[in-house]
């Protein structure tokens, strides 16, 4: 299994801090949450009123062999899959690569529920390139 320490300790909490600045006012915090079905999921930003659940994700597009990544594809329409379930007044997936978000953006075109929008969040070139290293040894 991958080793996902550098994205839950610093490219997690720098998305936390964008969506800060980018919704004034609120705070995020990784987060459990009860879902309409009865159940829980953690999601990885939601805002101190609960208004605001966000799932983050730090995928890369292609495979190692170049490849359209499937497993990583149904991994985002989990993720939307819980956030469907959640009563939030804004719920958001955002990608943290922008080949992730563009090639999502149109592979999910017509499959995304309403109220729910793919946001990306460019990282800065040193954490990209060392979530790039990170990813090319899992």
């Given at each position: 299994?991958?080793?996902?320490?550098?994205?839950?300790?610093?490219?997690?909490?720098?998305?936390?801090?964008?969506?800060?600045?980018?919704?004034?006012?609120?705070?995020?915090?990784?987060?459990?949450?009860?879902?309409?079905?009865?159940?829980?999921?953690?999601?990885?930003?939601?805002?101190?009123?609960?208004?605001?659940?966000?799932?983050?994700?730090?995928?890369?597009?292609?495979?190692?062999?170049?490849?359209?990544?499937?497993?990583?594809?149904?991994?985002?329409?989990?993720?939307?899959y819980f956030l469907s379930l959640v009563k939030a007044t804004t719920k958001?997936?955002?990608?943290?690569?922008?080949?992730?978000?563009?090639?999502?953006?149109?592979?999910?075109?017509?499959?995304?529920?309403?109220?729910?929008?793919?946001?990306?969040?460019?990282?800065?070139?040193?954490?990209?390139?060392?979530?790039?290293?990170?990813q090319a040894n899992a």
């Amino acid at each position: 299994m991958a080793d996902t320490t550098y994205i839950k300790t610093e490219v997690e909490p720098y998305v936390r801090r964008w969506l800060a600045g980018k919704y004034p006012g609120h705070q995020f915090k990784k987060l459990s949450l009860k879902l309409t079905t009865g159940g829980e999921h953690e999601f990885d930003a939601v805002s101190e009123d609960r208004t605001i659940v966000a799932g983050i994700k730090s995928h890369s597009w292609k495979t190692r062999g170049g490849n359209i990544p499937s497993g990583k594809i149904n991994a985002l329409y989990a993720e939307l899959y819980f956030l469907s379930l959640v009563k939030a007044t804004t719920k958001l997936l955002v990608l943290t690569d922008n080949e992730v978000y563009d090639g999502f953006r149109t592979t999910s075109q017509g499959k995304v529920a309403a109220g729910i929008d793919l946001v990306p969040c460019p990282l800065p070139a040193h954490m990209a390139e060392k979530l790039a290293s990170v990813q090319a040894n899992a």
